[in-house]
């Protein structure tokens, strides 16, 4: 944003063909007369204002190479070296280039310096200033970050859950819609998962505009007898052939993006002849393959994108619209679970606890238009105050809600949209069951045994050097819908044993039950468990509710 200062004029603005009297030549006012000589002074003072250009400061931070400290390498290029440095004691990236800067070299810098500085977005790599004086020293310094996107996804060591990847896809394709949608609009030009960088979050961020461009909304471009700019793996056909192009090119190189991003290969190993891939590319329209068991919605974003004629694929403000579809199919894999998501928070991965709480209720139908909010009902209905309803609900605020994240409890409590799609997994689904889930909660939370959401280790904790035959229930950490029984067996040795839920029957071993209640009461002998294990925060909520009432 330009800090520019704004000059302001102290005079009076009075409406001239209302007042101006040609033959005394002055305006009349009730406070004032004006001659005709101060009206023209006055007159060409508002023109210069008019006028007047303000100075250009919105040029990058100059930065001296004196503040500047390269460390270790962090990667090359054919513009230069990045390293990690310091400046005015931050770590940074510190992109140096070439020590033969010709022309061309130095115009190039110049424009991914002028680029950079008038960018800001959470998903663009943050530009903090350049050392740009001397020829010889030409530096650009951005906020540090851990990798990149590339690295990340090859590497079969890290682990990376699908749902993480599209919030990662999503990082992205907003930083360059925010590229598109700017006047004029920027096209990235070397779009690929080595330039998407990612910081300890696990956002994602674009970086490196060396090779990008600006262009007036509706313009198409073209490359001259340089040839195309870019790494051809990711080049859209259109560049490729040297035809007109637009912001759609970097469309097709997400499509490459998402690609990657949902098989973690590297891409097309096949080729080693350009001639040959660029034929295949641009004549066979050769893609890499999608898996069978990619979800169709991506599978459909996918080809989209890389569809050989730009006009067919989608502009960015619909690929984020597509992947926030994606990341509520992943998160919520209830079908109805995520509609109601999709028609009320589409856009957060959380919402407040009271607008949810309203959301849900209409959804399974115990409020509606004609009614007041269940939120309303619960602080201000004295019918509801002890009801079933209200200890149902308080039970779903139990085991939804995450604690607030501002200090002191300043912030709302919310509802994370991973953590609904695993209570519908755990209790049912809202098609069939509906508001009857929120009985199964309550049910199940009244058994001592049942201790929820905790860890292996918790529930070790918990069961250490209890006697024989002591048990407790929880949710798996491991297999969604499912949960974990875990005892004391003998000589104090405690064991975990699943219980799974497939076709919404709970099983273990080789018996099915309608509920966990009663698979423990059927199946308490077999499992040789008998003492439940004390310590449950559910309990205390159950037997309080009659006279804590309803917390909003």
């Not at 984020?320 to 992943?330: C, H, Q, R």
């Not at 491991?478 to 044993?497: D, F, L, R």
Request: glycine share 6%; charged share 20%.
């Amino acid at each position: 944003m330009n800090n520019q200062t704004n000059y302001y004029f102290n005079y009076h603005n009075y409406p001239q063909q209302q007042y101006f009297q040609q033959n005394k030549g002055y305006i009349k006012d009730p406070r004032y007369y004006y001659s005709q000589q101060q009206l023209q002074q006055q007159q060409q003072q508002q023109q210069m204002a008019n006028n007047y250009t303000q100075p250009d400061i919105s040029g990058p931070p100059e930065i001296s190479e004196f503040e500047i400290q390269t460390e270790s390498i962090l990667g090359d290029g054919s513009f230069g070296t990045v390293y990690k440095g310091r400046c005015r004691q931050k770590d940074v990236a510190v992109k140096v280039m070439l020590k033969q800067v010709d022309e061309k070299t130095l115009k190039d810098f110049r424009k991914e310096v002028a680029i950079m500085s008038k960018i800001f977005h959470p998903n663009i790599v943050l530009f903090l200033g350049a050392c740009t004086s001397l020829p010889g020293k030409l530096m650009i310094c951005t906020e540090l970050m851990k990798g990149n996107l590339e690295t990340l996804l090859l590497d079969p060591n890290i682990k990376l859950p699908l749902i993480t990847r599209m919030k990662m896809a999503k990082d992205a394709a907003l930083g360059v819609l925010w590229l598109h949608s700017s006047n004029p609009v920027f096209i990235h030009r070397d779009l690929k998962t080595s330039n998407l960088l990612v910081d300890s979050n696990l956002t994602l961020k674009v970086c490196d505009f060396g090779l990008s461009q600006i262009k007036q909304r509706g313009e198409n471009l073209k490359d001259g007898q340089d040839g195309a700019k870019g790494t051809p793996l990711w080049m859209a056909p259109e560049v490729l052939q040297g035809k007109l192009f637009n912001e759609k090119a970097d469309v097709y190189s997400f499509g490459l993006v998402l690609w990657q991003i949902y098989t973690r290969q590297e891409l097309f190993p096949e080729f080693d002849n350009f001639y040959k891939f660029v034929a295949a590319i641009c004549e066979k329209v050769v893609r890499p393959p999608i898996p069978d068991d990619c979800p169709r919605a991506l599978k459909q974003l996918i080809m989209k994108c890389w569809d050989p004629s730009p006009e067919v694929r989608p502009g960015f403000s619909e690929i984020v619209s597509t992947l926030e579809g994606i990341i509520i199919d992943l998160s919520i894999p209830d079908e109805y679970g995520a509609i109601m998501w999709k028609n009320h928070f589409k856009h957060v991965d959380e919402a407040t606890w009271k607008d949810f709480l309203n959301v849900f209720a209409n959804f399974v139908g115990l409020t509606n238009a004609s009614t007041p909010s269940m939120s309303d009902l619960l602080q201000f209905s004295p019918n509801l105050n002890g009801s079933t309803i209200e200890l149902n609900f308080k039970c779903l605020k139990a085991i939804i809600v995450s604690p607030p994240k501002g200090v002191g409890g300043q912030e709302e409590e919310v509802v994370n949209m991973e953590q609904f799609g695993k209570v519908l997994a755990w209790f049912g689904n809202l098609k069939d069951d509906g508001s009857q889930i929120l009985d199964k909660i309550r049910q199940l939370m009244e058994c001592a045994w049942f201790h929820g959401d905790i860890s292996t280790s918790e529930s070790e904790n918990r069961l250490h050097k209890k006697p024989e035959g002591t048990f407790l229930v929880r949710f798996s950490t491991s297999e969604p819908g499912a949960y974990t029984i875990s005892k004391v067996s003998k000589n104090g040795v405690i064991s975990h044993q699943r219980i799974h839920r497939p076709g919404g029957k709970f099983q273990v071993n080789n018996s099915k039950y309608l509920s966990v209640k009663d698979l423990i009461s059927g199946e308490a002998q077999a499992l040789g468990i008998a003492t439940p294990c004390l310590g449950s925060r559910f309990l205390s909520l159950i037997y309080k509710s009659q006279i804590s009432g309803y917390i909003n």
